[in-house]
Every structure is written in C-alpha cells, then in structure tokens.
C-alpha cells in the first residue's frame, strides 16, 4: 500500500499540475473509498492486494500529494507551515481510525472470534467517501486578488524558479533531494513491522504494545506539523539536522532498551520520521518552484517506496530480523538497528549539498 501510496503522489501530482488539486483530489477519493468499499466483498488475497493495496494507496497518494501543493501555494511565505498542516492531517488520521476501526471489528465480531468484515469495509468506505466529497467542494486554488492581499515580494509569490520534471531530474539537487528520503526513512521503515513483537519482548505488555503503535500517530503528526513549522524559522538544512540526530539516537537506543524507555523511543523515532515527510515537500518546492510541484515531489516521493522495501528485505534476507513473542526471543535486532543509525547519518551530508546548492543559486 505505500508503494501504491508513492505511486499515487507521482500520478496524482501529474494530474494536479495540469488539471488542479480539486480534480484530483475528487479522482483520489473516488479511488481510495471504492477500493475500501471494494475491499468488503474480496474473497482472495490477490484481490485484496488490487482493491485495498493498490486502489486505495493510489487514492490516497492522489490526494495527499495535491493538498500539500495546494496549501502551500495558499502560504507562499510559509510552506513548511503548510506542508505540515497538510502532513499532520494525513499523520492524525491513525489516531482516529485505529480506534474507530477496532470499535466497528467488536461490534461485528461473533462469539467465536470471528469478524465479519463486510460492514467493517462498507462503513469505513461509506464515511470516508462523504467526507471527502464534502472536502472536494471546498479546494481550490488562491486567486491573484488574495495574494496580492498578502504583501509579500514577488519572488516569494510567483518563486524565483519553476522547474519541468525533465529539467529537475538533471540537477543533482534533486537526487540529493530523492536519496535524503530514501535513507532518513530507513530507521522507521525497520521499526513499524517489529513494533509491537518487539515491545512484548523489551517487556511491555500486550496492552501497552498495542498503545505504542497508536501512539505513533500522534508523536508522527507532531513532528510533521512542528518541525515543518520551524523550518520556516531556523532553515530547512537546520531542522534536518535535527531531526537526523533525532532518528540516529532512536536506532542506538532500539539496540537495548526495553520497558517504557522503548515506549519513548518508538515515540522518537515516529516523531523524526513525521518531521521530514513535511519538510521534504516544502523543500522540494524551494528547490524546484511551485509551479509543477506535484510531479516534482511526487517523482522524489518514489524514494519511500523503494525505502520501505529495500530495508525490510536486507533486514529480514541478510541480517535474519525476527521476534517470535512465543519464546520471547529477538534476532538480528541490533545489527538491523545499527543499520538504521548508519542510514540516519548519511541525510546530514546530502542536506550540506542541498543547502550549498541554495545558497549559490540565490548568491
């Protein structure tokens, strides 16, 4: 699904260039609900892959990528405020649905256990299909009168640069840019698989497993709205920096700690990893302009896919990962880890690149 999901913010953003964000978002919604509705009535897991996976993480890559082009072009002069808002939005959504989910699965659930899944997938499907064709109405694009109203420099505004796709995947900005995604992301891609496996077996109860990774939505979301915002203040080269110092300590810690200090570095880890999902956008737009923004940063957001795969598969091919709760057992936990420390470094020189790149274009 976030393979799907990445793809989807490269189309989408295609589609949002050329034809604008409500467009889009209306093709989005349309996808991600049919395919939740879709889902209800799937009998084999194929199917499943092509109505949840793959219509549904297309849908939502749709229109995650054109909220954030839209927002920022209504905060020209503060896009990491307005690639977080969009950002935290997507990050709150865990927190809401993990519980409304669980709630609908009980209420369907029969007294062998069994969850009878199709009211599940039709409700969900249902509201969320209202609720974002009600959304839809209301995007739309600022007009010249509003940002006039603004006062801010042309510059600004209009940006000092817009860059086609083809003239962008020349520059190596941009695959700085592309492969800065790809390793900050590493540490959690290893982490959201372990999660909960590995929290009962560093000592948390089952309970207190299950509350760690929905709490990750929240500590997610307010990396990406917090951090974001501060790039408009301290620069984004600065909150990177922060936020790799942030990911590195986490990956060190995940080698050994257990009980609720694992609880406050799964924390960690999904805080610094919602910072960059927001700052990467607004960056993306400084460096390639607003114009094609959407199929900028869709093309750089392949990076996340190829990184949750990539790291996965070396963590479970060639460092044997694996956390069995039965015998509460751990293997290759710590060379995995070290691993995401190592991927948590490399984002610094990349930003140095990025941030030189900057300031000799605006010199």
């Known amino acids: 699904m976030i393979f ?38 799937v009998k084999s897991p194929g199917l499943f892959y092509l109505t949840y996976a793959v219509m549904a993480g297309l849908g939502s890559g749709f229109a995650y990528g054109a909220c954030i082009s839209c927002i920022q072009k209504w905060l020209p002069h503060k896009r990491g405020l307005a690639s977080g808002l969009a950002c935290s939005a997507f990050g709150l959504s865990t927190v809401v649905f993990t519980p409304v989910s669980n709630m609908l699965m009980n209420q369907w ?33 600022p007009d010249e009168e509003y940002l006039q109203g603004l006062n801010l420099p042309a510059k600004t505004v209009s940006g000092d640069v817009n860059f086609t796709l083809g003239q962008a995947i020349k520059l190596p900005a941009f695959w700085a840019l592309f492969f800065s995604i790809f390793f900050i992301n590493g540490t959690w891609n290893l982490c959201v698989p372990l999660i909960k496996d590995l929290g009962m077996v560093r000592g948390l109860t089952e309970s207190m497993a299950i509350a760690c990774v929905s709490f990750t939505g929240i500590t997610n979301a307010a990396g990406r709205l917090i951090m974001a915002s501060l790039s408009d203040k301290i620069g984004r080269s600065n909150t990177m920096y922060v936020l790799c110092g942030l990911t590195l300590l986490g990956a060190i810690l995940m080698t050994f700690i257990g009980g609720f200090g694992y609880f406050a570095t799964i924390a960690i880890i999904a805080f610094a990893y919602g910072g960059p999902s927001a700052l990467n956008a607004a960056l993306s737009t400084d460096l390639f302009g607003p114009k094609n923004s959407g199929t900028n940063y869709g093309v750089a957001m392949l990076a996340l896919g190829f990184s949750s795969i990539f790291f996965n598969w070396v963590s479970a091919t060639f460092l044997n990962a694996s956390v069995d709760v039965s015998t509460m057992t751990a293997t290759g936990i710590n060379s995995t880890f070290i691993m995401g420390a190592i991927t948590a470094i490399i984002p610094v020189f990349l930003m140095m690149y990025i941030n030189s790149y900057l300031k000799k274009r605006s010199a």
């Open 109 to 141: 659930r029969n007294a062998e256990g069994i969850v009878n899944f199709v009211p599940v997938f039709l409700t969900l499907g249902i509201v969320f299909a209202v609720a974002g064709f009600v959304a839809c109405l209301f995007i739309s694009l």
């Open 4 to 41: 799907a999901f990445v793809f989807g913010n490269l189309i989408g953003g295609v589609i949002n260039d050329k034809k604008g964000p409500k467009l889009t978002c209306i093709l989005g919604v349309a996808l991600f609900s049919v395919g939740v509705i879709l889902t209800a009535f």
